[in-house]
């Protein structure tokens, strides 16, 4: 089992910038992952050890702008890992790799769960 300390997953993430007329800015995605019907989040700065493999889970396309084609909409599959120490309804290891995964947790509203707030930071 490897450890690892998660540190956001900068890959999915859209953003975009706000024009020097003082445009509006565009939404953006945040980084999110479908398991087993429930959603997830990343979390930064989380030391956990990644366990047994789950099976696949998705992470859906970002739409922030309402123009992707029904091709992309699919969203992308990879696969969810066991997080040593907690339930996978509350957070899993997502990544190609036991040693190449991001930490996810599902959310209730905007509140982690408080088993997962006492990884993040000493929190």
Request: glycine share 10%; aromatic share 6%; with cysteine.
């Amino acid at each position: 089992m490897l450890l690892v300390a998660a540190m956001g997953m900068p890959a999915v993430a859209c953003t975009s910038e706000s024009n020097s007329d003082g445009g509006e800015r565009a939404a953006s995605c945040a980084y999110r992952v479908i398991y087993q019907d429930r959603t997830y989040r990343d979390v930064a700065n989380v030391e956990f050890t990644a366990g047994e493999k789950l099976g696949p889970a998705t992470v859906p396309p970002c739409d922030d702008t309402g123009g992707q084609d029904e091709a992309e909409q699919a969203g992308e599959t990879t696969t969810a890992y066991e997080v040593d120490g907690i339930s996978p309804e509350l957070a899993v290891a997502i990544g190609d790799a036991p040693g190449d995964v991001v930490f996810v947790a599902a959310y209730t509203g905007d509140e982690l769960p408080s088993e997962i707030r006492e990884l993040t930071d000493g929190s």
